[in-house]
């Protein structure tokens, strides 16, 4: 079983409609979840940080956190064409060392015109 | 401006030949880490550094070395015994002993 897994899609969805990521994880000490955005050929940019249970809102973007059940999910509402990237979620356990941070394998997204 | 220097940003490599890719921060960023990304994976960790003069072997450390002699650098040698070097090479920094990492635009690497 992968530590971190997503599905790799692609998820396809159109343009303002809400567009819902998941990921899980395995090891149950992770304490600090991350959303990356990566557009091809391009390094990954950090979208969102959360670090409790619950929902975090930033602008169109939310994350979503449930450590009893283990996944982290993404929305973003109101879709652009622009939005249309890879969506790497990574894990940090509590142990904190770097070497901690595992990422997924994406999942590509495509926002339709 | 702020931020992560990788270079070069492309490089073509011949089989047999050691190449070295630069990463510099003038985030003040303690953390520096070394990623390899391939068509359609994750990132896997190959090298990272919490201080300076100190790193630690990541998930892929074979066939690659590193240095860390200043806190804004730290470069990543791809050697000969690297068996499948081509692929994507990122530098990340870390803000903060928890923090979430920042990415350089990265390095990519080809050998013909």
């Known amino acids: 079983q992968k530590e971190v897994e997503q599905n790799s899609g692609p998820l396809s969805v159109p343009e303002g409609a809400i567009a819902s990521l998941n990921c899980t994880y395995s090891?149950?000490?992770?304490?600090?979840f991350f959303w990356y955005r990566q557009y091809s050929g391009k390094s990954p940019e950090l979208i969102m940080s959360?670090?409790?249970?619950g929902d975090k809102e930033d602008g169109r973007f939310t994350a979503q956190l449930n450590k009893a059940s283990q996944y982290v999910s993404l929305l973003i509402r109101d879709s652009q064409p622009s939005d249309s990237a890879t969506y790497l979620c990574a894990v940090r356990a509590v142990r904190g060392s770097a070497r901690q941070l595992t990422f997924g394998s994406g999942t590509q997204l495509t926002v339709l015109p | 401006d702020g931020g992560i220097t990788q270079s070069p940003k492309y490089l073509f490599r011949k089989e047999g030949q050691n190449v070295t890719l630069s990463c510099e921060q003038n985030?003040?960023?303690?953390?520096m880490y070394w990623y390899r990304q391939d068509p359609g994976q994750g990132l896997r960790l190959i090298y990272y550094?919490?201080?300076?003069?100190?790193?630690q072997k990541g998930d892929i450390a074979e066939g690659y070395s590193v240095s860390r002699e200043k806190k804004e650098s730290f470069p990543l040698t791809v050697t000969s015994a690297q068996k499948n070097p081509t692929a994507f090479y990122l530098c990340?920094?870390?803000?903060?002993?928890?923090?979430?990492?920042?990415f350089g635009e990265g390095s990519r690497l080809t050998v013909l």
């Open positions: 959360i670090y409790s249970n």
């Open positions: 090891d149950r000490v992770s304490q600090s």
């Open positions: 990340a920094t870390q803000r903060g002993p928890t923090g979430e990492l920042f």
């Open positions: 985030l003040n960023h303690d953390a």
């Open positions: 550094s919490q201080i300076v003069n100190d790193f």
